[in-house]
């Protein structure tokens, strides 16, 4: 698995293409993709320590939900009030940390592992079904994630012929 200084350089060769790669993926019949696509992140996430990585909690800003603040709260033993006040905003109409850099996370991982927001846990959604509805966010997490990143990457190599005929019939995407 790529590590992140090299994630970072790979994906910004590949972000253009991976933007036509996405129109291509949404003519694809959706559960098969998921399926394709789930079990790579089954396969893939044997291999990579999360905690270890906490890339995504540098770079992404998790959104909350009210039962998310409500167990943060009770963790630091404070009221709902006082945690929202303190360390979250509104932005466009969701809930989300002040500080783009979660402040929870630790050289030794995340701090609130065990009561963190649903968006952490569920983070980067590619165990979920509905992979080509979350088309714009994930190729964003493709440079922010190596399993993301892998997924793009071997999707591209299972349909490279059916995505450079594709290309072909696009308006110049390349």
Same mark, same amino acid.
Not at 125 to 148: A, M, N, Q, W
């Given at each position: 698995? *790529?590590?992140?200084?090299?994630?970072?350089?790979?994906?910004?060769?590949?972000?253009? @293409?991976?933007?036509? =790669?996405?129109?291509?993926?949404?003519? *694809?019949?959706?559960?098969?993709?998921?399926? %394709?696509?789930?079990?790579?992140?089954? @396969?893939?996430?044997?291999?990579?320590?999360?905690?270890?990585?906490?890339?995504?909690?540098?770079?992404?800003?998790?959104?909350?939900?009210?039962?998310?603040?409500?167990?943060?709260?009770?963790?630091?033993?404070?009221? =709902?009030?006082? %945690?929202?006040?303190?360390?979250?905003?509104?932005?466009?109409?969701?809930?989300?940390?002040?500080?783009?850099?979660?402040? %929870?996370?630790?050289?030794?991982?995340?701090?609130?592992?065990?009561?963190?927001?649903?968006?952490?846990? @569920?983070?980067? !959604?590619?165990?979920?079904?509905? =992979?080509?509805?979350? *088309?714009?966010?994930?190729?964003?997490?493709?440079?922010?994630?190596?399993?993301? !990143?892998?997924? =793009?990457?071997? *999707?591209?190599?299972?349909?490279?012929?059916?995505?450079?005929?594709?290309?072909? %019939?696009?308006?110049?995407?390349?």
């Amino acid at each position: 698995m *790529l590590g992140l200084a090299e994630l970072e350089k790979k994906y910004k060769k590949v972000e253009d @293409e991976n933007w036509a =790669f996405r129109g291509f993926l949404k003519s *694809l019949e959706p559960e098969g993709l998921d399926k %394709f696509v789930n079990d790579m992140h089954i @396969e893939l996430f044997k291999n990579i320590d999360c905690i270890k990585c906490s890339n995504c909690c540098k770079k992404i800003v998790p959104t909350l939900n009210a039962k998310d603040i409500r167990r943060l709260a009770k963790h630091f033993n404070i009221s =709902f009030d006082d %945690f929202a006040s303190q360390n979250v905003e509104k932005s466009d109409g969701e809930w989300i940390l002040k500080e783009k850099s979660c402040k %929870f996370l630790t050289e030794s991982g995340c701090s609130v592992y065990d009561v963190r927001p649903e968006s952490c846990r @569920e983070y980067p !959604y590619t165990d979920k079904k509905g =992979f080509v509805h979350r *088309l714009i966010g994930l190729i964003e997490y493709s440079g922010v994630c190596p399993v993301v !990143y892998e997924i =793009f990457e071997r *999707l591209k190599r299972i349909y490279r012929i059916e995505f450079e005929d594709y290309k072909k %019939f696009e308006w110049d995407l390349f």
